[in-house]
């Protein structure tokens, strides 16, 4: 069994709402926990674990609970393997919103779970036509944050050596093919401009994760997602797209 903790936001719930069901589909046994609060950055992680608040939405194995937890409170519950945390998307591409908070949370992170492999999800752009308000800040443009925010998380990782797990690159390489170009009259990834659509977003998020964390062979994935929150059906071509991309 192989314990995974994400210190995130709703780009971590995205990005672990199907993890369990990939890696149960694969054979690999994993335990899947996301401390949840909408649009966390990092500064607000470290303010957090200062006053020890119980603010965060305990979800487990992609299932969201009732129950509200501070990061203390989770730390020794479990034999962490990893834990991941990650900027708030927002603020992404500005680099002095990273410290002095991710190398604070490294140090206790460290200091409470010395045998976990800490890492950062990179978080992704939002889509073309998003109506996020903070877009502007990217001038509205998709490249302009995927670079930005790329630059941000790779400097970060290298300055710490910790690792990258690598979701704005997939998401960027899936948005290449014509199914997911929103300019030439594909399908949109997210769901909403910037979240990850509930099927097929989530499906490679999930997939990234299990690739980089458990080195899961994603070919042999046979898991169909299917969401309470859309009656629509996942369609085959576009889950063996998404495999095949993420590797």
């Known amino acids: 069994m192989k314990y995974i903790l994400a210190i995130g936001n709703s780009f971590s719930r995205d990005a672990t709402a199907y993890l369990h069901d990939v890696c149960d589909n694969l054979g690999i046994p994993v335990h899947v926990v996301n401390l949840y609060i909408g649009g966390c950055p990092l500064e607000r992680h470290w303010n957090n674990v200062e006053k020890n608040e119980r603010a965060y939405q305990y979800q487990e194995n992609g299932v969201v609970t009732d129950r509200y937890v501070s990061i203390a409170d989770v730390l020794h519950e479990k034999p962490w393997d990893y834990i991941v945390t990650q900027q708030s998307s927002h603020d992404s591409g500005w680099l002095d919103t990273y410290e002095p908070f991710t190398g604070l949370l490294l140090d206790y992170l460290k200091k409470e779970v010395p045998g976990a492999k800490i890492l950062m999800q990179q978080t992704w752009a939002y889509e073309i036509d998003s109506d996020h308000g903070c877009f502007i800040r990217y001038n509205r443009d998709q490249q302009e944050m995927y670079r930005r925010s790329r630059d941000n998380y790779h400097a970060i990782a290298d300055k710490y050596g910790f690792p990258l797990i690598p979701c704005g690159d997939v998401?960027?390489?899936?948005?290449?093919?014509?199914?997911?170009?929103?300019?030439?009259?594909?399908?949109?990834?997210?769901?909403?401009?910037?979240?990850?659509?509930?099927?097929?977003g989530r499906f490679a998020l999930s997939c990234t994760w299990a690739k980089t964390l458990l080195d899961a062979d994603i070919s042999k994935c046979t898991f169909i997602p299917k969401c309470c929150d859309t009656t629509e059906a996942a369609d085959p071509k576009l889950l063996a797209l998404i495999r095949e991309e993420v590797g």
């Open 171 to 200: 998401i960027q390489n899936i948005r290449k093919h014509p199914e997911f170009d929103v300019s030439k009259g594909g399908r949109s990834i997210c769901r909403d401009g910037f979240h990850m659509h509930y099927l097929y």
